[in-house]
């Protein structure tokens, strides 16, 4: 696939997923069927997405690549080491580093002998690797390499663009939430204002300190007051007995 079109391909997927995992989903396929036409041979593939505060996001193009990139979640793999080393990781026919060796008798038993890892550069607080996987032991020689490289970073564009709207996303839920709890408080304030003739600033003192005192969050004192009013009558002495 010509790169303009491979781009507009890859970017197409981010417009047409929902959510980041659904994006990965389908960016696991799509690296699977590119490095199987580059090697001349069955590959399999898995993404890896880390984000500062956030647990790892996986996807793999079949239940084996997704297992692997799970494993690694517990050990060590070709994925994280490219990760932490910013530099393409291989794991070929020859001898591997300790660290790896669980993860490569695992990889053995799915037939899997040579995998090969990718980072992707992200945005601050953001990286991504994706992850090639051969039954073959020399699979990925440097032809094969260097064309798995280069759809790394035509992804890595589609990945960076996913990663911005996924936390424009976040944003916007968090702040509705925001913005159903301020709600909620204001209604709760409100009726608190009513029955007991009190200001704002003093409904509020008291939802706080009903909150304080059971140690539970302000939303959910609100929320309990506008389920008393909802149901019946709502004594003012609410806050008083807490």
Same mark, same amino acid.
């Given at each position: 696939? %010509?790169?303009?079109?491979?781009?507009?391909?890859?970017?197409?997927?981010?417009?047409?997923?929902?959510?980041?995992?659904?994006?990965?989903?389908?960016?696991?396929?799509?690296?699977?069927?590119?490095?199987?036409?580059?090697?001349?041979?069955?590959?399999?593939?898995?993404?890896?997405?880390?984000?500062?505060?956030?647990?790892?996001?996986?996807?793999?193009?079949?239940?084996?690549?997704?297992?692997?990139?799970?494993?690694?979640?517990?050990?060590?793999? %070709?994925?994280?080491?490219?990760?932490?080393?910013?530099?393409?990781?291989?794991?070929?026919?020859?001898?591997?580093? %300790?660290?790896?060796?669980?993860?490569?008798?695992?990889?053995?038993?799915?037939?899997?002998?040579?995998?090969?890892?990718?980072?992707?550069?992200?945005?601050?607080?953001?990286?991504?690797?994706?992850?090639?996987?051969?039954?073959?032991?020399?699979?990925?020689?440097?032809?094969?390499?260097?064309?798995?490289?280069?759809?790394?970073?035509?992804?890595?564009?589609?990945?960076?663009?996913?990663?911005?709207?996924?936390?424009?996303?976040?944003?916007?839920?968090?702040?509705?939430?925001?913005?159903?709890?301020?709600?909620?408080?204001?209604?709760?304030?409100?009726?608190?204002?009513?029955?007991?003739?009190?200001?704002?600033?003093?409904?509020?003192?008291?939802?706080?300190?009903?909150?304080?005192?059971?140690?539970?969050?302000?939303?959910?004192?609100?929320?309990?007051?506008?389920?008393?009013?909802?149901?019946? %009558?709502?004594?003012?002495?609410?806050?008083?007995?807490?």
């Amino acid at each position: 696939m %010509p790169g303009s079109r491979l781009s507009e391909h890859l970017q197409d997927l981010v417009l047409e997923n929902a959510s980041i995992d659904e994006f990965l989903q389908e960016l696991s396929g799509a690296i699977a069927e590119f490095g199987t036409s580059a090697a001349g041979g069955r590959i399999l593939s898995s993404v890896r997405l880390v984000r500062s505060g956030k647990p790892a996001v996986t996807a793999g193009s079949d239940p084996a690549a997704l297992a692997l990139e799970r494993l690694q979640d517990q050990a060590a793999g %070709p994925a994280v080491e490219a990760l932490e080393t910013g530099r393409a990781a291989l794991m070929d026919g020859g001898p591997v580093k %300790p660290p790896l060796d669980r993860y490569r008798r695992t990889a053995a038993q799915w037939g899997i002998r040579s995998a090969l890892s990718i980072p992707v550069a992200l945005d601050e607080g953001a990286a991504g690797a994706l992850t090639y996987l051969a039954a073959g032991p020399d699979a990925f020689d440097g032809g094969t390499a260097a064309s798995c490289e280069a759809f790394a970073a035509t992804a890595g564009k589609s990945m960076r663009l996913a990663v911005r709207l996924g936390s424009v996303q976040d944003m916007n839920r968090d702040l509705l939430q925001a913005m159903k709890s301020r709600t909620t408080i204001n209604l709760a304030s409100g009726i608190l204002m009513a029955q007991s003739r009190c200001s704002q600033a003093e409904a509020f003192t008291l939802l706080s300190k009903v909150s304080n005192n059971r140690n539970i969050k302000l939303r959910l004192v609100a929320e309990e007051i506008l389920r008393r009013f909802e149901s019946g %009558p709502c004594s003012a002495d609410f806050g008083t007995r807490a």
